[in-house]
């Protein structure tokens, strides 16, 4: 696909996700505590695409989540990068189910009970937008019922 590339402030980007996420996180009593650091480098790629992919992350924090669970947003820079990482105590991963996560169609059991709209595409859709911003993004979940961690990483 053409990128739009342009440099963007992600701050902005996590700041109005946030936003748009209350009314999902207030109907099943989540708590969302912010952890952003106050200016982080510009990054540059197609902010359209990188928006979808935090609407992802943090859609899916509060879909797999218990009702009055918590949700972390986290954004910093680390040396040459800026990381965004979601932190919930939902449902978790299996450690099996972690290395297909980030594939087409991929649902694990306990998602398909959680949420039987989901299609499996978020999180591939996800990776093939970070992987074309030369970006890193990874999963991280201790099991089932033990919530999870996504994040990427995207140079600066």
């Known amino acids: 696909y053409r990128q739009n590339k342009k440099y963007f402030d992600l701050r902005e980007v996590v700041l109005k996700a946030v936003e748009r996420l209350q009314p999902l996180a207030e109907k099943k009593k989540i708590k969302v ?19 979808a992919v935090v609407d992802v992350f943090l859609e899916n924090a509060c879909i797999y ?10 954004l910093k820079s680390m040396k040459r990068d800026v990381v965004f990482r979601v932190t919930d105590t939902g449902i978790g991963i299996k450690q099996e189910d972690q290395k297909h996560i980030f594939t087409r ?4 059991y306990a998602a398909k009970i959680a949420d039987t709209e989901g299609m499996g595409l978020g999180l591939s ?23 999870s961690s996504f994040w990427f990483s995207l140079p600066t």
Do not use: A, Q
């Open 65 to 74: 989540n218990n009702e009055g669970g918590t949700v972390r947003v986290i």
């Open 125 to 147: 859709m996800s990776k093939s937008i970070i992987k074309k911003h030369h970006g890193v993004i990874h999963v991280e979940s201790e099991g089932d019922g033990k919530g």
């Open 33 to 51: 505590s912010l952890d952003i650091e106050p200016k982080v480098p510009l990054v540059l790629g197609d902010e359209d695409r990188i928006v």
């Open 105 to 108: 169609f991929f649902r694990t």
